[in-house]
Nanobody
């Protein structure tokens, strides 16, 4: 079974930057839809960004558009999320997720399409 392991979370001040990484155990899944989701305490999980099989198409939640960038390096089996201009409302547990091969296009809001999940990395932004 594929494993996804996130890293790169931490504490940062508002206006700062963080880069999250998600290492994928099986190369095959780098060729499918992948995404980042987040969940703040007391709130529902929300989609942040998604990327398609060859990395040519990305989608973002309105709340992070222009500030976050999703990318992947298939040679390293790694998905990234570069987060700039961070805000306190970005505080959440961030999860990477992979979809099975038949999912396309790659949704950013429908978490049920993603069957494989990491355990998350905490991001805390202070004002």
């Amino acid at each position: 079974r594929v494993q996804l392991v996130e890293s790169g979370g931490g504490s940062e001040q508002a206006g700062g930057s963080l880069r999250l990484s998600c290492e994928v155990s099986e190369y095959t899944y780098m060729g499918y839809c992948m995404a980042w989701f987040r969940q703040a305490p007391g709130k529902e999980r929300e989609g942040v960004a998604s990327i398609d099989s060859d990395g040519s198409t990305t989608n973002y939640a309105d709340s992070v558009k222009g500030r976050f960038t999703i990318s992947k390096d298939s040679a390293k089996n790694t998905l990234y999320l570069l987060m700039n201009s961070l805000k306190p409302e970005d505080t959440a547990m961030y999860y990477c997720a992979a979809a099975p091969w038949w999912v396309a296009p790659c949704p950013v809001q429908h978490s049920s399409e993603y069957l494989y999940w990491g355990h998350g990395t905490q991001v805390t932004i202070s004002s």
